[in-house]
């Protein structure tokens, strides 16, 4: 499967951004789709998964309830909904792709990995 994200961008701290992933190529249906995030000099961070067989889906502490993962079939693409934004949400945001998995947070699990796109919250 091939992702590519769009989305982010320059937003005030309150503020809200709707992340797009969208699956160019493969079968939709046959991965999940999870979002990370990634700062530099550290590790890419898991933020929530779903699942496009099943509709499962997971997040992990790092969201605080802020944000909301949801799919659309027939668009081939998953939504991460990030509200009530802060400066510590600052970082490059990737989706990947894991072929029947069970939606883990560990990045190693994931074999298809976007381009990333940045956000970046003022303070």
């Known amino acids: 499967v091939q992702l590519v994200e769009s989305g982010g961008g320059l937003v005030e701290t309150g503020g809200s951004l709707r992340l797009s992933c969208v699956a160019v190529?493969?079968?939709?249906?046959?991965?999940?789709i999870a979002w990370f995030r990634q700062v530099p000099g550290k590790e890419r961070v898991g933020l929530s998964c779903?699942?496009?067989?099943?509709?499962?889906?997971k997040y992990t502490d790092s969201t605080e309830g802020r944000f909301a993962i949801s799919s659309d079939y027939d668009k081939k693409t998953v939504y991460l909904q990030m509200s009530n934004l802060k400066p510590e949400d600052t970082a490059v945001y990737y989706c990947a792709g894991e072929y029947f998995g069970n939606c883990g947070f560990s990045s190693l699990r994931y074999d298809y990995w976007g381009q990333g796109t940045q956000v970046t919250v003022a303070a």
């Open positions: 190529s493969g079968n939709f249906g046959d991965y999940n």
């Open positions: 779903i699942s496009n067989y099943d509709g499962t889906t």
